[in-house]
């Protein structure tokens, strides 16, 4: 929730893997994230580097000039919007805040988290945790019963309370769609 309204610049590295679990392809983006504007979901990325390659500054103008068309259309929507449209909207946002909040308590209902000690990373005091899923637990979102295909460990910002690192390795195997949109194996390890 805190992070939502930070500015930061992100690395993005993605890894396609063969059957033998070999590198396949890897790609690499650098970019500024930015807050969304009310009523978008996700956040905006300014792509800065793709795999390498710096974008020049005609390239990042055009990315400002059409994030800058969104937000004034977003303006002049919001400027004529009727009062029954406006409280519908705050209806739709308290409703996603709360689906927000059910996911972040999900996370306390599937795992048994432990501390594990103190490590530094990159220079930060981190406080080091394992998240173990608790057996036969009943979460209420989907992300939760997600949850449950997964341990993690997680460092955590010691004086900024801020997630360092995430290491996530599947503990079962998980299928998207009936297995036909994405498949995770047993013992995928995601790391952020």
Known sequence: ERQRSYIYMETQRRMKLDGAGRTRSESVKVV???PPLPGEGERWERVLEDDGRRKTEAELARQDADRRKTAEALARRLSTQAPADRAKATRAYEQ???EALDRINDIFVVYDIRMTGRERIDGHDTIALTLEPKPNTRPLTREGKWMQYFRCRAWINETAH???RL?????RTANVGVGMLARINLGTVITY
């Open 32 to 34: 500024e994230s930015y």
């Open 96 to 98: 996603d805040r709360k």
């Open 162 to 164: 801020e997630l360092v």
């Open 167 to 171: 290491n996530v390795e599947a503990i």
